[in-house]
């Protein structure tokens, strides 16, 4: 009997666990090597003082695509999903009530009263036509592997001529083609921050994304809190027989006849296989560890990067009811505070942020009584404001907004506090310049023009993740590692 071919994962993130997973389905003997002591990347998971946060990621879209990777596998998804109702919640400061963002429109237009007129009108028109551009692309641009940028321009064409313009202003400028008031345009604006970008420079062909959010599949939790996600992957792997290093970083590889036979930790051990499967940063394993020139430091510092991740993680002694599942505090300068986030080498005086309330939907996150809280700030990343010795100062800040707020003193009811900084993103899970989410999804950085996740130069180097396509986001990621997985089994002549 043959044996099987085998594959090395480089980084245990959602993407490196769905691929693994997708192979080991299909017989592949998988190994993974991972820089950090858990699996997950940044879906991970924090647990202190009897709380326990989502690290990164705390709800998704499309959550079909995690059924169709469990199926994939022949095996009956473990997760128990919750859809999220309202999707979240909206503190402009100034204003005592937050807007709840409902799927149901007519809850939603009562939220916007004497606000917004024709709320249910202006919004089933924008979403038809986001609906259009969603379904004509999906399996376009999402969808489908790329051998080079003219195969995906030929792709492109396919996309029906009356979404070209959308490619060619922004988001914001789509919203202001359909509402009036400044609070319904920020409030569909904020799905840019999930690409870690503004709407002022977001292309408004992701006016999509309010789609998915407002009508198409919504936004869910996983019963348990997220990192069941990685918890069930895991687990089915074991059960197939794959090995896990943990505190294992690769720093190299080396290479014969056109294919990498060795991957080369920092530590000095040599792991081979068949085929590597490269979960680490698409442009920036290319650069540090291929010393590939396209990839080097100064041209990754001329790339779009998506926002850097600030976060907080509070366990407080008492149930904050007027805090939702999700929830995001903005002030009321937004176009000017967009403006200068991306590059500005101080940090926020009134930051904008987004809390995650885990314990809202999962009891067992926090001591009876208690409430566990996430709270994420975009910032610069590291190449504008590299001196983080304020971080403290910071969340002070916006423990502080956000008690006033809701009119409770979070800080004196605190029972712990862990804060990371672009730079600790950086370090932990060597996200290039602390960017949080990857490359950004300008023009000249989505589909083709991303990084491919076939090797330029090594038959058997594949990538899968955020950096490279068809893009970040979970179920994107998802989506990505089946196409990572169909590039593999096209290789061996097993697809």
Not at 56 to 70: A, D, I, N, R, V
Not at 226 to 254: C, P, W
Not at 330 to 345: E, M, Q, R, V
Request: proline share 5%; hydrophobic share 35%.
């Amino acid at each position: 009997m043959p044996q099987p071919k085998t594959v090395l994962v480089i980084g245990t993130g959602l993407g490196g666990l769905a691929t693994g997973m997708r192979l080991a389905s299909k017989g592949y003997q998988v190994e993974f090597v991972e820089k950090y002591h858990l699996p997950g990347g940044r879906l991970n998971l924090i647990e202190q003082d009897g709380f326990s946060f989502d690290m990164g990621p705390s709800f998704f879209s499309m959550s079909y695509e995690f059924k169709e990777l469990f199926e994939y596998c022949g095996i009956q998804n473990p997760l128990t999903l919750n859809e999220l109702d309202p999707l979240y919640a909206v503190y402009f400061e100034g204003r005592n009530k937050p807007f709840l963002i409902h799927k149901n429109l007519d809850k939603l237009a009562g939220e916007f009263q004497g606000i917004e007129n024709d709320l249910v009108g202006k919004t089933t028109r924008y979403l038809k036509e986001a609906g259009k551009l969603f379904h004509d692309t999906e399996n376009i641009v999402i969808r489908q592997n790329f051998d080079s940028r003219l195969d995906y321009m030929m792709q492109l064409a396919r996309v029906p001529l009356k979404h070209g313009p959308k490619m060619f202003r922004s988001m914001w400028s789509e919203l202001e083609r359909n509402f009036d008031s400044q609070e319904v345009k920020v409030i569909f604006s904020l799905v840019s921050f999930f690409l870690g970008s503004t709407p002022f420079q977001t292309p408004a062909v992701y006016s999509l994304l309010n789609y998915t959010e407002l009508q198409h599949d919504g936004y869910w939790n996983v019963q348990g809190g997220m990192y069941k996600i990685v918890e069930a992957i895991k687990s089915i792997l074991d059960s197939k027989g794959a090995r896990f290093h943990f505190n294992t970083e690769i720093a190299s590889l080396e290479s014969s006849g056109g294919k990498v036979t060795a991957a080369i930790a920092t530590d000095g051990r040599r792991f081979t296989a068949d085929h590597i499967v490269c979960n680490a940063d698409a442009a920036a394993f290319r650069g540090k560890v291929l010393n590939r020139k396209r990839f080097d430091a100064p041209k990754l510092d001329k790339m779009e990067w998506t926002l850097a991740p600030f976060t907080i993680y509070l366990g407080v002694n008492r149930k904050l009811d007027n805090l939702y599942h999700h929830n995001y505090f903005l002030g009321n300068n937004f176009k000017d505070y967009a403006d200068t986030i991306f590059k500005t080498s101080v940090s926020p005086k009134k930051p904008y942020y987004y809390v995650n309330v885990r314990s809202r939907s999962n009891d067992n996150s926090a001591p009876e009584g208690c409430d566990s809280l996430f709270i994420l700030c975009p910032v610069p990343d590291l190449r504008y404001k590299p001196d983080w010795s304020d971080a403290e100062a910071l969340a002070d800040t916006i423990v502080e907004d956000m008690g006033e707020r809701i009119g409770f003193d979070i800080k004196a009811n605190t029972v712990t506090r862990t804060v990371l900084t672009p730079t600790d993103w950086q370090d932990k899970f060597n996200l290039y310049r602390g960017s949080g989410l990857g490359l950004a999804h300008g023009l000249n950085q989505i589909g083709g023009f991303r990084p491919a996740n076939k090797d330029e130069q090594f038959a058997n180097l594949y990538y899968v993740g955020a950096s490279t396509i068809p893009g970040t986001g979970l179920p994107i990621v998802v989506i990505g590692s089946r196409l990572t997985a169909e590039r593999i089994l096209n290789d061996d002549g097993t697809l």
